[in-house]
C-alpha cells in the first residue's frame, strides 16, 4: 500500500495548479500498472474485493484509505472549482468519488484484458473531472 503515497502527495503540491494535479498521478499509477504488464491491478481495490467481506478490521482500513484517497481529490476539485476551473454548481466530493471508482474499473478491465486501453479510456474521457 505505500507505494501509492509517493503518488498521493501530489495532490497537495501547490506549485501545480489543481487541473494539473490529478491526471499525472492517474498516469504515474497507469505506467505503475504497466511494468507489471497490467497483471496486478490495483492493489487497494483488489484487497478491498478480496477482504472486505470476511475480515471486518482489513475492510475498514480499506474504507480510510479510500477515504483519504477521495478527501485528497475532492480538495483538488474544490480548489480548481474555486479558481474557476470546474462548474461551480458541481459537487467536488460526488465528482472526486466517480473519479475514483471509474479508475478502479479501468483497473480492472487492465487487469482482466492485460491491456493499457481502460486506462487510456479513462484518461481520455472528457467527464473525468
Known amino acids: 500500500m505505500d507505494r501509492h503515497r509517493p503518488h498521493s502527495r501530489r495532490h497537495t503540491e501547490r506549485r501545480v495548479p489543481p487541473p494539473g494535479r490529478t491526471r499525472p498521478i492517474l498516469e504515474a499509477l497507469t505506467q505503475d500498472h504497466a511494468q507489471q504488464g497490467f497483471a496486478l491491478g490495483c492493489l487497494i481495490g483488489d484487497l478491498a ?30 480548489e ?7 462548474d461551480r454548481n458541481a ?8 473519479v475514483i471508482q471509474a479508475w478502479e474499473g479501468a483497473a480492472m478491465r487492465g487487469r482482466v484484458d492485460r491491456s493499457r486501453a481502460p486506462y487510456d479510456r479513462f484518461l481520455t474521457c472528457p467527464c473525468r473531472g
Open 91 to 98: 459537487q467536488a466530493g460526488e465528482l472526486a468519488s466517480t
Open 49 to 78: 474485493l478480496d477482504l472486505s467481506a470476511e475480515h471486518e478490521e482489513a475492510r475498514k482500513e480499506l474504507a480510510s484509505i479510500m477515504a483519504r484517497w477521495s478527501v485528497l481529490v475532492t480538495s483538488c476539485l474544490t
Open 80 to 86: 480548481a472549482r474555486n479558481q474557476g476551473g470546474h
